[in-house]
């Protein structure tokens, strides 16, 4: 995979601008989630809030404000291939719902549009199953920054979690192995039932 270059992040930083103020109405992500710096976390709230945006996904963060609500996401931005989230929302009984949305253009900043949004009820046993796996591996405890090598072509997995009012975000650079993978396949394989060819599998 090929290097990503500066002036090209630069270019596509500026594109991202002119979406910023559709972006800005619902906040995505707080601050100083991604980088310290204050230009390269923008820079990634700025991606990940278009394509989330795109795949007309809600806030979890916001959604955070209502003690109430729980749910769990997966974005994975491939460079070469299509936008993927996945959500789980838990239900006051235990169950949950599965959502699985897929835009048409690439998780290297030309999301496209929305082209598959499917959803569909757990047993209350196939989202307990999901939660075990998710507290063994104390999401909660997790930091929000995990193998970060911003520069070359791969992919970003992106974790989110939301439950009892508290927010949290891990956000991973081609995860190997370790509980971002973990989650990330659980959702998108175990849950929402994707087929996914090894070849973009990364």
């Not at 995505?28 to 278009?50: E, G, L």
């Not at 900043?109 to 757990?122: M, Q």
Request: charged share 20%; proline share 7%; with cysteine.
């Amino acid at each position: 995979m090929g290097s990503f270059r500066r002036p090209v992040r630069l270019a596509i930083a500026s594109l991202l601008a002119l979406s910023a103020l559709a972006i800005a109405q619902e906040t995505y992500f707080p601050k100083k989630t991604f980088a310290d710096d204050p230009q390269s976390d923008q820079f990634k709230i700025d991606w990940y809030s278009q394509e989330l945006k795109v795949l007309d996904e809600p806030s979890l963060f916001e959604l955070a404000k209502k003690p109430s609500c729980e749910s769990y996401r997966f974005l994975w931005l491939r460079t070469f291939h299509h936008p993927v989230a996945i959500r789980l929302d838990v239900r006051a009984d235990g169950t949950g719902v599965i959502t699985s949305k897929v835009a048409s253009g690439t998780g290297g900043f030309r999301p496209g549009h929305l082209a598959e949004n499917s959803s569909r009820p757990l047993l209350r046993a196939q989202t307990q199953a999901f939660l075990a796996v998710f507290n063994n591996v104390e999401f909660w405890s997790l930091p929000s920054r995990l193998n970060d090598q911003p520069g070359p072509d791969g992919s970003q997995w992106v974790i989110e979690g939301v439950k009892a009012g508290k927010y949290h975000i891990v956000d991973s650079w081609m995860p190997q192995q370790g509980p971002v993978r973990e989650l990330g396949l659980y959702l998108a394989i175990e849950l929402a039932l994707l087929r996914i060819p090894k070849n973009e599998l990364y």
